[in-house]
């Protein structure tokens, strides 16, 4: 059973960055597809980005062009640096690891592991 404990959260004004990072108990990232998920209160989660296997991404269009999804193989973390924070934004930040199915990165992705306790990201004046 793979364990990913997220962290870098925080409060932040409007238009500033945070990069977050997720680690895993196991060397599970250069084998598997990673996502960054997040969780407003009394909201579903939401897929927000993805890293193939290979490293490409792909971004939920309300991030794309602010936040970045990396990976560091090495170091069995992937990090999701975000800019230009909107209050929005606001929200419980989970990572995980799954397959894609179909021809959507992002509708397609179906996360496998178990989730982690999630790092909070409060974006406010």
């Known amino acids: 059973q793979v364990q990913l404990v997220e962290s870098g959260g925080g409060l932040v004004q409007p238009g500033g960055s945070l990069r977050l990072s997720c680690a895993a108990s196991g060397k599970i990232f250069s084998n598997n597809n990673m996502a960054w998920y997040r969780q407003a209160p009394g909201n579903q989660r939401e897929l927000v980005a993805t890293?193939?296997?290979?490293?490409?991404?792909n971004y939920v269009d309300s991030v794309k062009g602010r936040f970045t999804i990396s990976k560091d193989n090495a170091e069995n973390t992937v990090y999701l640096q975000m800019n230009s924070l909107k209050p929005e934004d606001t929200a419980g930040y989970y990572c995980n690891w799954g397959i894609v199915g179909g021809k959507d990165p992002l509708n397609g992705f179906r996360p496998l592991g178990a989730w982690g306790q999630g790092t909070l990201v409060t974006v406010s004046s």
């Open positions: 890293i193939t296997r290979g490293g490409s991404t």
